[in-house]
């Protein structure tokens, strides 16, 4: 155990700014991206809830953070943020590993302006490769249907875990960064810290909470803008410390 925290300690160290950045990025871009994705299955799971629950208002509480669809989330991501970097690590070798993680960072770099800028998604991703990413995401919405009507916790988990899997240009990007770090370790932490970010958006869905995006939705939507405009630039300043 103390060798592994050790271990923790040493990728936060030389990656912790990838973290912080995800962190971020999951933290405001979910009040937009999230939530015109997730928000749907958070609020039908929280609809099974209600109606089978003589209490609604517990239910509704509990509903609202639903843990374990969070955890199961996170676990898809961490796992895909390991095969991410250990395949980075695996296929270049450690001439070209530097000029590979400059080109993963400016490519993640590239996607959070994406994600800020809606209208650069028709330029970044060409026709064929939208196709694809429809068709994952109506397969992975077919997979993931039997799990709704299920209000256990195994099956939340389930369900998160399968929907994590959904195609989404912010996860696209998380991915890109993490793998620029070729330490699993270090990818696992960041897509974690990723997930998080993205659980007070759907909590604020599952409690009907979005104030302050229904409230001030121009000024919401600049300060999201703006904080993944930051996470791009962020993204390239480390890429350009590791050639200057």
Same mark, same amino acid.
């Given at each position: @155990?103390?060798?592994?925290?050790?271990?923790?300690?040493? =990728?936060?160290?030389?990656?912790?700014?990838?973290?912080?950045? #995800?962190? +971020?990025?999951?933290? +405001?871009?979910?009040?937009?991206?999230?939530?015109?994705?997730?928000?749907?299955?958070v #609020?039908?799971?929280?609809?099974?809830?209600?109606?089978?629950?003589?209490?609604?208002?517990?239910?509704?509480?509990?509903?609202?953070?639903?843990?374990?669809y969070?955890?199961?989330? @996170?676990t898809?991501?961490?796992?895909?943020?390991?095969?991410?970097?250990? /395949?980075?690590?695996?296929?270049?070798?450690?001439?070209?590993?530097?000029?590979?993680?400059?080109?993963? /960072?400016?490519?993640?770099?590239?996607?959070f302006?994406?994600?800020?800028?809606?209208? #650069? &998604?028709?330029?970044?991703?060409?026709?064929?490769?939208?196709?694809?990413?429809?068709? /994952?995401?109506?397969?992975?919405?077919? =997979?993931?249907?039997?799990?709704?009507?299920?209000?256990?916790?195994?099956?939340?988990?389930?369900?998160?875990?399968?929907?994590?899997? /959904?195609?989404?240009?912010? #996860?696209?990007?998380?991915? @890109?960064?993490?793998?620029?770090? =070729?330490?699993?370790?270090?990818?696992?932490?960041?897509?974690?810290?990723?997930?998080?970010?993205?659980?007070?958006?759907?909590?604020?869905?599952?409690?009907?909470?979005?104030?302050a995006?229904?409230?001030?939705?121009?000024?919401? =939507?600049?300060?999201?803008?703006?904080?993944?405009?930051? &996470?791009?630039?962020?993204?390239?300043?480390?890429?350009?410390? @590791?050639?200057?």
């Amino acid at each position: @155990m103390e060798l592994f925290i050790q271990y923790c300690q040493a =990728a936060i160290t030389d990656h912790g700014s990838i973290m912080v950045t #995800l962190f +971020l990025g999951g933290l +405001l871009g979910s009040l937009t991206h999230c939530a015109g994705m997730c928000g749907p299955f958070v #609020l039908a799971q929280i609809g099974v809830d209600d109606a089978r629950s003589p209490s609604k208002g517990l239910k509704r509480a509990r509903g609202a953070l639903l843990l374990p669809y969070h955890l199961g989330r @996170m676990t898809t991501y961490m796992i895909l943020g390991v095969l991410a970097a250990s /395949l980075s690590g695996y296929l270049f070798e450690a001439p070209a590993q530097r000029a590979v993680t400059v080109a993963l /960072l400016c490519v993640a770099a590239v996607l959070f302006l994406a994600a800020a800028f809606p209208a #650069l &998604n028709t330029r970044i991703w060409p026709p064929v490769l939208g196709s694809v990413l429809s068709g /994952l995401g109506a397969a992975v919405g077919r =997979a993931a249907r039997p799990f709704f009507e299920a209000p256990s916790m195994a099956h939340r988990y389930a369900l998160g875990v399968i929907l994590g899997f /959904l195609p989404c240009g912010l #996860l696209a990007a998380a991915l @890109m960064a993490v793998a620029s770090t =070729a330490s699993p370790l270090a990818a696992a932490l960041a897509m974690g810290a990723f997930c998080v970010g993205t659980m007070p958006a759907l909590f604020l869905i599952g409690s009907g909470g979005q104030f302050a995006v229904r409230r001030w939705p121009r000024h919401m =939507a600049t300060a999201v803008r703006g904080v993944l405009v930051f &996470n791009s630039i962020s993204l390239f300043v480390i890429a350009s410390s @590791m050639v200057f």
